[in-house]
């Protein structure tokens, strides 16, 4: 779970802190920097005990198709965090996946502007969601706006950006996963009820194909 929310979580280090060993002890966290607060606990406070602290936030793509992504987020909350908890930020971790492949561009950029570094990785399950299920024509769109992205913004780009584009681009490329399409569009209608959305308001850019399943 979200570990800034969790009583546990300040209970240990309070026992760290309690013990004399959290001068020595190197933190790290993998979260979702929804909350900087939790209750009357201060996280700098604690920290500050603490011989380093990295976090690892994460999000998958940029703006409102991260919202959609993830039930809950608000982009710019994400962003106010981060831009509060800076100096503690190792790396922006994102899941490369039918939601947030065409959005990656600007939260990229975003990264770049504020001297975050990322990593995206592909994602392999649930397979239905994976950008191996797009169809042709979407993924050659994927790939124009790849192009496009990386010539305009060739000065801002450096080689490691390149390769986890490539990298992206051959994982999309090199497989067809177009008849799991079936099950994603099922499961998108489930979640835009329950949840009272709708993806092709969010994802103009599948429209034309997705309507077609």
Same mark, same amino acid.
């Given at each position: $779970?979200?570990? &800034?929310?969790?009583?546990?979580?300040? /209970?240990?280090?309070?026992? %760290?802190?309690?013990? $004399?060993?959290?001068?020595?002890?190197?933190?790290?966290?993998?979260?979702?920097?929804?909350?900087?607060? *939790?209750?009357? &606990?201060?996280?700098? !406070?604690?920290?500050?005990?603490?011989?380093?602290?990295?976090?690892?936030?994460?999000?998958?793509?940029? $703006?409102?198709?991260?919202?959609?992504?993830?039930? $809950? @987020?608000?982009?710019? !909350?994400?962003?106010?965090?981060?831009? !509060?908890?800076?100096? *503690?930020?190792?790396?922006?971790?994102?899941?490369?996946?039918?939601? =947030?492949?065409?959005?990656?561009?600007?939260?990229?950029?975003?990264?770049? /502007?504020?001297? &975050?570094? *990322?990593?995206?990785?592909?994602?392999?399950?649930?397979?239905?969601?994976?950008? !191996?299920?797009?169809?042709?024509?979407?993924?050659?769109?994927?790939? =124009?706006?790849?192009?496009? +992205?990386?010539?305009?913004?060739?000065?801002?780009?450096?080689?490691?950006? @390149?390769?986890?584009?490539?990298?992206? %681009?051959?994982?999309?490329?090199?497989?067809?996963?177009?008849?799991?399409?079936?099950?994603?569009?099922?499961?998108?209608?489930?979640?835009?009820?329950?949840?009272?959305?709708? +993806?092709?308001?969010? &994802?103009?850019?599948?429209?034309?194909?997705?309507?077609?399943?």
């Amino acid at each position: $779970g979200e570990p &800034f929310i969790q009583d546990g979580h300040y /209970k240990l280090l309070e026992a %760290l802190i309690s013990s $004399g060993c959290s001068k020595n002890i190197n933190l790290q966290y993998n979260t979702n920097l929804s909350h900087t607060k *939790y209750k009357n &606990f201060d996280l700098n !406070t604690y920290w500050d005990k603490f011989k380093s602290v990295k976090l690892w936030p994460s999000v998958d793509g940029y $703006g409102t198709r991260a919202e959609y992504n993830r039930k $809950g @987020l608000e982009w710019e !909350t994400f962003e106010r965090n981060c831009l !509060t908890f800076k100096d *503690y930020i190792s790396s922006i971790s994102s899941v490369v996946s039918i939601y =947030s492949i065409t959005s990656m561009p600007d939260l990229i950029l975003w990264c770049k /502007k504020n001297n &975050f570094n *990322y990593y995206g990785t592909t994602l392999i399950e649930p397979d239905y969601l994976s950008i !191996t299920c797009l169809p042709q024509n979407a993924k050659k769109s994927i790939v =124009s706006l790849y192009k496009k +992205f990386a010539y305009d913004n060739s000065s801002e780009l450096d080689s490691s950006d @390149l390769a986890q584009i490539r990298n992206w %681009l051959l994982f999309l490329k090199n497989k067809d996963d177009s008849h799991l399409l079936k099950k994603f569009k099922m499961e998108q209608q489930r979640l835009d009820v329950l949840r009272d959305e709708s +993806f092709e308001s969010v &994802f103009k850019e599948y429209v034309s194909w997705y309507k077609n399943i």
